[in-house]
């Protein structure tokens, strides 16, 4: 099994304790019942893309359950589970980019875009409803409204916040080739 560094683990404490303040205290209500605009997907989708997999999904999971806990509503395991998900996929970006060579550009935004996208449909239109249905006995109308919503939003705003996490995490890696003679 491999070992988280140090450095991994402070990003997931880290990482959750912002998600939690973002997603508790910057959400944005929204039209649909029980749905926000939310801001942490786009830290989400930027640490899970530093630190892999394991930690974006474990950022989620602590994050999300952190935040459903706190509204005293109980924890909506299947929103949180869809969250950690979430993390974990993007995460699996990390082989696609290489913004630890401080390399990004157009094409690296555009993957990393497509990507969260794609994610963000995964989560909110398949995983979170199914699992609603299955596991809280939900009524897909209602679920398909609150998916559609959460996921839009949230790919909109991953697509600001992280975009911007990203180019400003380039920025200060330096290049490769960019120390050498010419």
């Known amino acids: 099994m491999k070992k988280f560094s140090v450095k991994t683990?402070?990003?997931?404490?880290?990482?959750?304790?912002?998600?939690?303040?973002?997603?508790?205290f910057v959400a944005i209500p929204s039209p649909v019942?029980?749905?926000s605009i939310s801001v942490q997907y786009g830290?989400?989708?930027?640490?899970?893309?530093?630190?892999?997999?394991?930690?974006?999904?474990?950022i989620g999971f602590?994050?999300?359950?952190?935040?459903?806990f706190s509204y005293g509503?109980?924890?909506?395991?299947?929103?949180?589970?869809?969250?950690?998900?979430?993390?974990?996929?993007?995460?699996?970006?990390?082989?696609?980019l290489k913004l630890e060579e401080g390399e990004l550009g157009k094409k690296g935004l555009i993957k990393f875009n497509v990507g969260q996208v794609v994610c963000h449909l995964?989560?909110?239109?398949?995983?979170?409803?199914?699992?609603?249905?299955?596991?809280?006995?939900?009524?897909?109308?209602?679920?398909?409204?609150q998916g559609l919503m959460a996921g839009v939003a949230n790919a909109v705003t991953t697509a600001i916040?992280?975009?911007?996490?990203?180019?400003?995490y380039t920025a200060t890696k330096t290049k490769a080739g960019s120390l050498t003679k010419e």
């Open 9 to 24: 683990i402070v990003a997931i404490g880290i990482g959750a304790a912002l998600f939690f303040v973002l997603g508790r």
């Open 33 to 35: 019942p029980n749905t």
């Open 43 to 58: 830290l989400l989708a930027f640490m899970s893309v530093v630190y892999g997999p394991v930690a974006g999904a474990l």
């Open 62 to 68: 602590i994050g999300h359950t952190l935040i459903d």
């Open 73 to 96: 509503w109980g924890i909506w395991w299947s929103w949180v589970i869809a969250s950690a998900v979430f993390g974990a996929l993007m995460g699996l970006s990390t082989k696609v």
């Open 122 to 145: 995964i989560c909110w239109m398949v995983i979170a409803p199914v699992l609603d249905v299955y596991m809280m006995g939900e009524p897909w109308d209602k679920l398909i409204a």
């Open 161 to 168: 916040v992280g975009s911007l996490l990203c180019i400003a």
